[in-house]
């Protein structure tokens, strides 16, 4: 987690539009729980809603 941390970091100082999402009480598999996986495709899919280009 400290090097996520360190990377968001670095990329705020930079000036990226960066989101850090942290889910308690899970590592790498955080799609081992429904709820959790929910909470991943929501994000991704608000990720996609944000950046798509205007038509």
Do not use: C
């Not at 996520?4 to 989101?19: I, N, P």
């Not at 790498?28 to 495709?41: D, E, M, N, W, Y």
């Amino acid at each position: 987690m400290s090097e996520t941390e360190q990377y968001y970091q670095a990329l705020k100082l930079q000036r990226v539009d960066a989101v850090m999402i942290r889910l308690p009480g899970t590592s790498h598999g955080i799609a081992s729980r429904p709820s959790r996986l929910i909470a991943k495709i929501d994000n991704i899919l608000a990720w996609f809603e944000r950046y798509q280009p205007n038509e």
